[in-house]
């Protein structure tokens, strides 16, 4: 007799952070876990009809007879949590992650196992602290059913798991929006314009995605450095990842007149990479090509794609623009692999301490096998930048010293990547050094005029360093190469016009932001201050109070404090608004 089996909605969760927590205090974090277990997470699962299958450590599973059910309970579960924490050191908080799939599951007693359950268990890892990522299944059967908002991230390659999974991310307080272009208006750019579209990775291994993703992001590089190009940026390309879309479709919600898209099948130590150039008005052809090569000729091929789309778009290039990945970089395909590896974690949806080591130990293990590579002393340079933000590493404090040196050690092997001396920039302008800042921004523009990171960083330059009015078109440009990731650049364009005195349009950009990143302290803050600076004193507290709900914690004087303003000021705008509506001293 087989085992018996039924379709179940299954909520897996554990605790982010949990070995650390451990390590700095294991009584109290051992009792305040069972605390929560016991007063918060078991009635709360009990209340909606679910019941805990096994605890784990530091994470459970349960399922629950209703989707429905399971999503409230996982909502309501951590907006709970998230209170109960309010006040509570941040390196004391206990966070959970959430994952939520429908699927078969089979019975074994009173355990359940199957892919229903390890799916389950793959969103969850990806989940952000206080997240709920939910699979497509699930999101078919709430999305109109109670009222929460919910973010698309796309299919998702989960680990043991053969298809990709749809994953949904809760947003809390959000409107129902996810990434999407603003659909371009005007004329199109007076270069000939493009997208590079994520190549389908045809491999039987879905493992590889990493290696279609990389060689797609290397060849939008290699095609944004012509400055005779428009060239949409790699975070607005991948939105179209693994998504049904029609190519016109998408060239005039970019704003583009060409599309490059394809295909790649690594299998051993051979590739093959299948290529086309697709008039976005016509839909026709206007280059097509197939390379069947070993991979170590892989910098070959992309060259050759980069050189046969200037050829067929009539670009002339400068000496300084021909391709050059061929002789440059690694001609060792391991330490190249490992390469892409880490720089697929570091792109990914997923920033904490596991995404940190997991890129961290890819970079190293790539320069163990070549010193002499430049890319992955890069890539450790962005990873501490981020540790220096979030603080996942344990000595934080010295990150911006690990980045300097990795990104200084990458110039001297290779100075002619872009994203080196954008990492440069970053760390530049961590440290207040404004002359190093605009260099490095400026170099990294020299090499790449459509890295549209670069481009806002060298107006965010302009903004603390009082001269805003500069800043608007470099900021402007940023968007129209990104247009679909906006809600960084809304932001500075909105710090921009605050700082300019234009309280008006600064307070609408700030609450544009505030639609596509509900979550975001720093916004809310500046938007009362520019309210307060218009005499719109009960809206201004209005915005203040959901301020406080998204970081109970906040500090306005420390935020300033944080922002590189060159002149006092400037900064002082922010403090004189927020007097005006009464919320700051």
Avoid at 368 to 378: G, I, K, N, V, W
Avoid at 564 to 569: A, S
Wanted: with cysteine; proline share 4%; glycine share 8%.
């Amino acid at each position: 007799m087989g085992l018996e089996r039924r379709l179940a909605a299954i909520m897996a969760a554990d605790v982010v952070g949990y070995s650390r927590l451990i390590r700095t205090d294991e009584d109290g974090t051992l009792a305040a876990l069972k605390s929560l277990r016991t007063d918060l997470i078991a009635p709360k699962i009990a209340e909606h009809h679910g019941r805990i299958v096994k605890l784990m450590g530091d994470g459970l599973l349960a399922e629950f007879p209703s989707v429905v059910e399971a999503v409230r309970a996982a909502t309501e579960l951590q907006q709970a949590i998230a209170d109960r924490n309010a006040g509570v050191p941040e390196g004391q908080r206990i966070e959970f992650r959430v994952g939520i799939n429908l699927g078969d599951v089979a019975i074994d007693g009173e355990d359940i196992y199957g892919d229903g359950v390890n799916v389950a268990a793959r969103l969850e890892s990806l989940a952000e602290p206080g997240g709920v990522y939910v699979s497509g299944a699930v999101h078919d059967q709430v999305r109109d059913r109670l009222g929460l908002r919910f973010e698309d991230l796309g299919k998702q390659q989960v680990k043991n798991i053969d298809r990709p999974v749809r994953v949904w991310r809760w947003l809390r307080d959000a409107a129902a929006t996810g990434p999407k272009a603003v659909p371009m208006e005007g004329p199109l750019p007076d270069r000939p314009s493009m997208v590079v579209l994520p190549f389908n990775n045809m491999s039987r291994d879905a493992d590889q995605e990493y290696f279609s993703d990389g060689m797609t992001e290397d060849i939008i590089t290699d095609l944004s450095k012509i400055s005779g190009l428009f060239v949409i940026a790699r975070n607005s390309a991948f939105v179209y990842k693994d998504k049904a879309f029609s190519v016109p479709h998408v060239c005039r919600e970019l704003g583009v007149k060409f599309a490059l898209e394809g295909s790649i099948r690594k299998a051993g130590n051979r590739v093959r990479v299948t290529a086309q150039l697709i008039n976005g008005s016509s839909g026709g052809h206007v280059w097509a090509e197939r390379y069947d090569r070993e991979l170590t000729d892989i910098f070959e091929v992309q060259d050759d794609i980069t050189q046969q789309i200037v050829t067929a778009l009539k670009v002339t290039l400068s000496e300084a623009e021909k391709p050059r990945s061929a002789e440059s970089g690694t001609k060792d395909v391991d330490a190249h692999d490992l390469f892409l590896r880490g720089r697929e974690f570091l792109s990914s949806v997923k920033k904490d301490r596991e995404m940190f080591d997991q890129a961290t130990a890819c970079f190293r293990q790539a320069i163990a096998l070549d010193r002499d590579y430049a890319a992955p002393h890069a890539g450790l340079g962005m990873a501490y930048v981020l540790d220096y933000q979030n603080h996942w590493s344990g000595a934080p404090e010295t990150s911006l010293d690990q980045a300097e040196r990795f990104a200084s050690e990458a110039i001297a092997k290779d100075d002619q990547d872009p994203f080196t001396h954008f990492v440069v920039s970053l760390v530049a302008m961590f440290r207040r050094d404004y002359h190093r800042w605009t260099d490095e921004a400026d170099r990294a523009l020299a090499l790449n005029p459509n890295f549209a990171s670069a481009l806002n960083m060298r107006g965010v330059f302009h903004i603390y360093t009082g001269e805003p009015e500069l800043a608007i078109p470099y900021i402007e440009r940023a968007m129209r190469l990104d247009p679909v990731v906006q809600q960084q650049y809304l932001h500075f364009l909105g710090t921009a016009h605050f700082v300019a005195g234009d309280y008006e349009k600064a307070a609408a950009l700030f609450r544009d932001r505030i639609a596509v990143n509900p979550t975001t302290d720093l916004s809310r803050a500046f938007l009362a201050s520019a309210l307060g600076h218009l005499g719109k004193l009960d809206e201004a507290r209005e915005v203040w109070r959901k301020l406080k709900e998204v970081n109970p914690g906040y500090s306005p004087l420390e935020h300033i404090g944080r922002l590189p303003f060159q002149d006092p000021g400037d900064a002082e705008k922010f403090t004189i608004g927020l007097r005006k509506a009464g919320l700051a001293a």
